[in-house]
């Protein structure tokens, strides 16, 4: 049966009735949204050995300057990285990557190699003393120019300083073809996996119906 909270029920010019209105619950104090990416980020050691972790909470932090955050807990061996370096890339997988994304998120750089178990090809940044993985369909070479401790994560704030992405990802307009990259997602409340959606409106048109002329 499908869950009525799951459904559409502001549909049209439809009002909510007052049960209807009733019917969402108190969930606590959840910090997720969705859909939430699988960004797969690259550093390096204290040996200058590539490492990779998955660290699905962070995202866009600005436009000007672009600008992207990631939340990595002191634990990480991709934490001390961070500190020494001050420098990551941000490698978006598409979904035939989802093993090896997970696999990233499953052991620490401290013991494993993980690029050379699963043959990916760390290529060292233009602009940044950190690698990204050359399979991968988007990566992006970020500065660290802050930090905040937050408590159980620390943000790192990353200046994008240049994107290595695919040339299928890019059309000659210069727009971005994401819904033709398949680009992984998590879903961090059922703990899987999943390719993005089929397209439901376009940005900044589809609203217009409630602008009052
Ligand atoms: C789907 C997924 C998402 C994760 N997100 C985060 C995250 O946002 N922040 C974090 O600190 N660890 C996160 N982890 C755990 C790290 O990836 C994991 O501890 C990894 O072993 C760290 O590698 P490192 O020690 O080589 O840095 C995630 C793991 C998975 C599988």
Known sequence: ??????????QGSRKLSGMELMMKQSAGRLGLVFPNPVLVVGTYDQRGEPNVATLAWGGIASSGPESVSIAVRPSRYTF????????FTVNLPS????AEAD????????TTRK????????????????????EFPYCMECEVVQSLDLG???????????????????DEEGNLRWGEARILTFDSGMRTYRAPGEVVGDAFSTGRKFISS
Do not use: C, W
């Open 80 to 87: 001390e990285a961070l500190q020494r370096t001050r420098a």
């Open 103 to 110: 696999f990233f998120g499953m052991v620490s750089g401290r």
């Open 1 to 10: 049966m499908i869950n009525p909270r799951f459904t559409r029920v502001g």
């Open 152 to 170: 159980q994560h620390t943000l790192f704030i990353g200046e994008v300083k240049d994107v290595k992405i695919d040339e299928a990802l890019m």
């Open 115 to 134: 690029l050379e178990a699963t043959g990916l090809t760390p290529v060292h940044g233009e602009f940044v003393d950190a690698p990204y993985i050359a």
């Open 95 to 98: 979904v035939e990557y989802a």
